[in-house]
């Protein structure tokens, strides 16, 4: 599923008027007839598909995060995965007030990148991290891993998110990250290390032990690589049940 495919960001076209449109052959903007909905709904998809297309061939991630619905974000995914940023980060526990950031790893077009506390967790490496990201992808990371950095680092992370716990629970996926991995079949290297062993680590790591840290940071890169393996998974998923019942696929 791709930007192009969709007509639900346009006001007054919900799923029913969008897969009708598909149904009759329109399944990509190039596709759209004005004649196929009613003459109020055919100028207001023409011109929004006037507009998006200027900003999609800009790379303005930002125009259609704010213009499709929050739960079908997940269509960004396909114009934007190789400037898509997958992170997870480690605290010593829950609360920004009390509890710090331990480490932040970065997962991006097959990079990946892990900050440590003490060494080179700064606001600006934070801040460069995300320059050239047009989505970010995380789990439960609207309500934890963003707020979390912004508190303590004093940053703005103002770049389209997909959580993707909320696509996952579209698809009754549910439960933590490391249960739903095991649903779909993605293996891990240390499916015995959970967050609690994670602050047990870094403390390990406080007393002396570099192994600790070493082990941490494998864990934590693990889960923000694995983010894009969910991601390709849930998009996947989400795109089949957009087009079921469809004669023809959307490309």
Not at 115 to 122: A, K, N, P, Y
Not at 158 to 167: A, F, R
Not at 180 to 200: M, N, T, Y
Request: aromatic residues 10%; charged residues 30%.
């Amino acid at each position: 599923m791709r930007i192009e495919n969709s007509f639900i960001p346009v006001r007054g076209v919900g799923e029913r008027t969008e897969r009708n449109l598909w149904r009759a052959g329109a399944t990509h903007w190039d596709e759209f007839d004005a004649s196929l909905v009613g003459a109020k709904t055919g100028d207001r998809i023409e011109t929004f598909i006037a507009d998006a297309a200027a900003y999609l061939d800009d790379g303005n991630s930002q125009f259609f995060d704010d213009c499709f619905p929050s739960g079908e974000r997940w269509r960004l995914y396909e114009n934007f995965r190789d400037e898509t940023c997958f992170f997870d980060i480690e605290t010593t526990g829950l609360s920004p007030e009390r509890d710090s950031v331990t480490t932040v790893s970065f997962y991006q077009d097959g990079e990946t990148t892990t900050l440590v506390s003490g060494e080179d967790l700064t606001a600006d490496a934070l801040r460069e991290q995300f320059v050239d990201a047009k989505l970010i992808a995380t789990f439960n990371g609207a309500r934890f891993d963003v707020p979390f950095l912004e508190t303590s680092f004093d940053v703005s992370i103002d770049v389209p998110h997909v959580d993707l716990m909320y696509p996952c629970r579209t698809l009754d996926l549910t439960g933590g990250l490391k249960e739903i991995e095991k649903d779909v079949g993605i293996d891990r290297d240390r499916p015995d290390i959970s967050g609690r062993d994670a602050v047990r680590l870094w403390r390990e790591y406080e007393r002396g032990d570099q192994s600790a840290l070493d082990t941490l940071v494998s864990y934590n890169r693990e889960d923000a690589v694995n983010l894009e393996r969910l991601m390709e998974t849930v998009t996947g998923r989400l795109h089949d049940r957009a087009c079921e019942g469809l004669d023809a696929d959307l490309a």
